[in-house]
């Protein structure tokens, strides 16, 4: 076993109190203004600012530090055209036969269902896999740790920095999502974890009146 090597950790910055608590402040009001969309202006995006966005959620921790994901960007027009029509399919499936009720009703407040047109508009589609575990050069399996909990936290990374460069994101999951890895050419050790939607808020583009909990009703101080 090798033995952990250690640097001094220099990036640290300590604020005020008060400049603590505006900055905190700061980004609470403007994360309140992230909602998520359904439709998506084809206006084009920079790639270089996405690549940004995916340097930040590549960043985030992960379990024994494996970063057990997969980003695949999808800009291709054809590409998107085949995975609508996967995904419509998945969802046609979904909402005509597969779903109960009870999750149909609590769907229903969002406006949702089996047409997704987004996948084609938007400029870019982001499939987010998660890798379960890796393959080493020997073909051999290497365990991961953690992995859903490391890409739930690197996917709401990448929600943010979308959000804070100016873009507005949906996510997607139709399920199965299977048809991902043939579609996109991943291997089956790495499961679909969903599809980040990503681009311009179309200019008649409209949000559910919904409210989020207090923060009474989700935190306790012990």
Not at 187 to 201: C, D, F, M
Request: hydrophobic share 35%.
């Amino acid at each position: 076993m090798s033995r952990p090597r250690f640097r001094p950790y220099d990036e640290y910055r300590e604020y005020p109190a008060e400049e603590m608590l505006r900055r905190a402040r700061d980004l609470r009001a403007d994360l309140l203004r992230r909602r998520t969309i359904r439709q998506f202006s084809d206006r084009p995006v920079a790639r270089e600012v996405i690549e940004e966005c995916l340097r930040v959620a590549a960043s985030a921790p992960s379990g024994a530090n494996r970063q057990p994901w997969r980003f695949v960007v999808v800009s291709s027009p054809e590409t998107k055209r085949r995975l609508r029509q996967a995904a419509e399919k998945e969802e046609a499936d979904f909402y005509q036969r597969r779903a109960p009720n009870e999750w149909l009703e609590a769907l229903a407040p969002l406006g949702t269902d089996e047409h997704k047109p987004f996948l084609e508009t938007a400029p870019y589609l982001i499939v987010i896999f998660a890798e379960q575990h890796g393959i080493g050069p020997d073909g051999k399996s290497i365990k991961n740790y953690y992995v859903g909990e490391s890409v739930g936290i690197a996917t709401g990374m990448l929600i943010s920095a979308l959000h804070h460069a100016g873009l507005a994101c949906l996510t997607h999951t139709p399920a199965p999502m299977r048809f991902l890895n043939e579609l996109l050419g991943r291997p089956r050790n790495e499961k679909p974890y969903l599809i980040l939607v990503t681009g311009y808020p179309d200019a008649d583009a409209e949000v559910p009146e919904i409210s989020k909990k207090r923060l009474v009703e989700q935190v306790d101080f012990v």
